[in-house]
């Protein structure tokens, strides 16, 4: 899937969600605080399924 490889970018839209309504920025904030505190994000996805999202985070915050 080509849209994978942009999910995170900031209001990126994939082609079969135009017609929800959204910006496209929430992925992207998610991203962004996840790494501002050490932690990660990372998915599977297959077509006409769905996708599954995990989220990792350290034990300790960075001060």
Request: glycine content about 10%; aromatic content about 8%; proline content about 2%.
């Given at each position: 899937m080509t849209d994978q490889k942009n999910?995170?970018?900031?209001?990126f839209?994939?082609?079969n969600a135009l017609l929800?309504?959204?910006?496209?920025?929430?992925?992207n904030i998610v991203k962004s605080h996840l790494e501002n505190l050490g932690g990660t994000i990372s998915f599977i996805s297959e077509e006409n399924k769905g996708s599954e999202f995990t989220i990792?985070?350290?034990?300790?915050?960075?001060?």
């Amino acid at each position: 899937m080509t849209d994978q490889k942009n999910i995170f970018n900031r209001y990126f839209r994939a082609e079969n969600a135009l017609l929800t309504q959204g910006t496209g920025i929430g992925l992207n904030i998610v991203k962004s605080h996840l790494e501002n505190l050490g932690g990660t994000i990372s998915f599977i996805s297959e077509e006409n399924k769905g996708s599954e999202f995990t989220i990792t985070m350290p034990n300790t915050v960075k001060q």
